[in-house]
Structures are given as C-alpha cells and as structure tokens.
C-alpha cells in the first residue's frame, strides 16, 4: 500500500469515528419543577357542625308549680294546690256515682288524671278490687284518665259529670262516702283538641289519704287584728 492511500484510510477511520460519537443520543434535560410554594395543598375536610339539642318546651308553669310541662314532664306542685275540684253529689245511679267539676284554674281544661277514694261509715279508707280480676292486688283508689269532660272545661267552669270510667261495679261494698283528687290536666291549645302543656300535684293523691284529703295551710295572720 502506497502512503498515499494510507492516509486516505486514516482519514477515512477519523471521519467515521467522528460521525459516530456525533449521532450518540444527547441526554434530554429534565422537566422544570414548579416550586414547593407553588404546589396546591389539599383542602382539610371541614368539621360537621354538631347536631342541634332539641330544646324542651318553654311553658308558664301556673304560679305555685315549676317544670317542663310536658306530659312525662308536666309542671309540678305541692301541697294542697290544685287546679280542679272535684266533689261527689252523694248521688248515684246504675251508670255509676255523679260528680260535681270546678276548673278552678285561668285556663282552658282538656284532660284529666282522678284518683278515686272510697271510704266507710266510720271513715276507713276501703279497697278497690279488679272487676275484671277478682284475685288481683286490690288498690287503694280507682284511677280515671283522659279527655274524661265531654269536651273541655273553661275557666271558672261548673259542671256535674258521671264518669264513664267510675261505674258502679268499681264501689267497693259498704262505701258511704265518696272522694276524688285530679292529680293531672292538661291545658287546651287553640285548637280545644290538642294539650299544650300539663300540671300536676302528686301530694294529692298519697295512697293512705285521710278522708278529708289534703287542705290547704291557713294564714297565720288569718284572725288577727
């Protein structure tokens, strides 16, 4: 081989090699990151708001009683208070005995909760037995519930009744007086067909009760001049 075409090949070999490390592939260079305070943080989850406390009714209990006034939370007093008198007439016929009702109370009456009592001539409180189950724990009194005046009683109102849940058959033999306490009532809404709110004396209605039952204190000034 001549010198000449020695170097052509050099030459040659250089070019390729060159060529060669041209058309290696180039690194891609890397995507630019956004900056950290640029990044979007998630949302924090809100917080569900409590759920709201049902609130008890608000009631102007009757002055000397204090309460809810609902039923299972009537408004409650003591003593000799009441808000209905109920008197026997010393009358009674085959329905049952008659009562003489007094809403002594401001406000419209719808509903009634009595306890009946039953006493003998010496004035012993007497029991009273099921009529539907003769071996069944006799009661000291007969208890009567519910829209139990024929339609409401108005303030003031009078009125005489018979009982469709006092009958006859519920006297006790030898009865010779008759007494009843309305423990409960419930006082009308608008509508006359609805209570909107209740009241209550449970120191009337004890289960040994005097004949007489529970009377009011008199004043200590009462007779003095």
Not at 108 to 124: H, P, Q, R, W
Not at 161 to 176: A, L, N, R
Not at 209 to 218: D, L, N, Y
Request: proline share 10%.
């Amino acid at each position: 081989m001549t010198r000449a075409c020695s170097w052509i090949t050099t030459c040659m070999a250089i070019s390729l090699l060159a060529m060669s490390l041209g058309c290696e592939e180039q690194p891609k260079p890397e995507a630019a990151k956004p900056p950290a305070s640029a990044t979007a943080a998630p949302a924090p989850k809100p917080t569900p708001a409590p759920a709201p406390t049902p609130s008890a009714p608000k009631v102007d209990c009757p002055e000397g009683s204090t309460g809810e006034g609902s039923y299972d939370k009537p408004c409650e007093a003591s003593g000799a208070e009441r808000m209905m008198k109920v008197t026997w007439t010393g009358k009674m016929d085959d329905k049952g005995p008659s009562f003489r009702v007094v809403n002594e109370s401001s406000s419209v009456i719808l509903y009634g909760k009595m306890m009946v009592y039953f006493y003998d001539k010496a004035g012993k409180q007497l029991e009273v037995k099921s009529s539907k189950d003769p071996s069944a724990k006799p009661n000291p009194y007969l208890v009567c519930s519910g829209n139990m005046f024929g339609g409401v009683m108005n303030p003031k109102e009078k009125a005489v009744i018979t009982f469709s849940c006092v009958k006859t058959k519920h006297v006790p033999e030898g009865t010779k007086a008759i007494e009843a306490e309305m423990q409960t009532v419930g006082f009308a809404d608008e509508s006359e067909k609805h209570c909107s709110y209740y009241w209550q004396n449970r120191d009337l209605v004890p289960e040994e009760r005097p004949k007489g039952g529970v009377k009011a204190k008199k004043s200590a000034n009462k007779g003095k001049k």
